[in-house]
C-alpha cells in the first residue's frame, strides 16, 4: 500500500477499530496493541483490498486479533489460576469497572456492559457491532463471516438475554 | 407478514420485538403487535426493556484511539519517514506483560533455589563424609590403643552425631548400630 493511501484509511479507520476492540476486550491497553497490529496489517497487506471493501476488512482482522488476545488471556488466568492451586476458572468477567464501562453515559450503561461480558465472543461482537457502532445486518455477516440468518438470530438471543439481566437489574434496584 | 386474521401470542411479539424497536416490520405487522402490546403488560415491559437496552447502548461513546498510535504504527511497520523510536513505542505499561515477567522471575527464582538447594546438600554430604573418615580413623587409632569404653565413647560423641547430622536424625548417645561395621556402611551411604 502506498504511504498516502494508508495514512488516509488509518486515519479514517482507526477510531473504528480501537472503538471495537476496546469494548470486545474491556482493556484500553490491549485494545491498543490490536489496533496496532491492525494498521501494520493493513500497511503490509491492505494494498491489494478495494476501497469499498477495506472497512469490512480491518474490523474482520480486528475481531480475529481480539479472538487470539481473549484466547492468550484465558491461557495465562489458567496457568496463574494452576500456579496459586486454584481450579482454573472460565473467561469470569473482571470485578473491576473497565475504563469503558466508566465511560458508559449511565449506571445502567455501565451494568449492560458488565452483563455483555458474560456473552460469548461472537455474540458480543455482533452487539458491538450493531448497537454501539451502527453497522448493519450485512456488514456484520460480512465482518464476521456469517450468513445474515446467524447475524440475526445471534444478535436476537444476545439482547433476550441481555433485557434479562436488564429485568433483574430493575428488579433489585425497585426492591432495594 | 401480516397476522390480522389471528391475534399474536406473546412468542409471537417477543420474537419480533428487536425488528419492531428496529422499525423493521411492515405495517400490518406492526398494527398487530400494538393491539398485542394494549393488552399485555409482560411484552409491553419486554418492549420498553428492549428500547432501554438499545437506546443506552447506542449512547455509548466512540473511543478515541491514543494520539501516538499512528506514529507507533508507522514506526512498528517501518514506513519510510517515520520514526523508528521502539523505546518511545513500548514505553507503556502493559499488565499481561508485567504478569508474564513476574511469572519467568518465579520459575528462574524456583530453579536457581533448588540448584542452590542440591548445591548446598552435596556440600554438606561432602563435608560429613570427610567428618566421618577422621572419625573412623580416631576409632581406629583407638581401637588399636585403647580399651572397649574409650572406643565406645569416641563413637557416642564423635562419630553418632556427624552420621546423624548427615542423615537428618536426632542424635543418640549409644547406638546398637554403632559398632564397628556400622560406620564403613555409613561411609559408603555418604560418598
Known sequence: MERAAFDTAA?????????????????????????????????????????????????RVTRNACTDCLRKRKRTAEVISIQRGERPRADRPSPEPSPERMAAGSELGARILGEMERLSTAARSVVILREIQGFSYVEIAEIMNMSLDTVRVTLHRARRRLRE?????RSHVALG | MSRSDEPMTCDDVTRRIEAYTDGDLDESTVRDIRRHLDACADCAEQLDLARTLTAELRAMPKLDPPAGLLDDVRAAAGIPGSPRSVAGHNRRFRPWLAVAAAFAIAIAGALLAHHQHQRTAKAEALRAAAEVRLALACVGDITRRADRSARRQVISERLLPVISRSFGLTPRTQSRGAEPGAPGNTERSSS
Open chain 1, 11 to 59: 486515519q479514517r479507520h482507526a477510531r473504528k477499530v480501537f472503538t471495537f476492540a476496546s469494548y470486545l476486550l474491556g482493556d484500553p491497553h490491549e485494545a491498543e496493541d490490536v489496533a496496532q497490529e491492525v494498521l501494520v496489517k493493513l500497511w503490509t497487506r491492505g494494498g491489494g483490498i478495494p476501497t469499498d471493501r477495506l472497512e469490512a476488512w480491518l474490523m
Open chain 1, 165 to 169: 439481566s436488564l429485568k433483574e437489574v
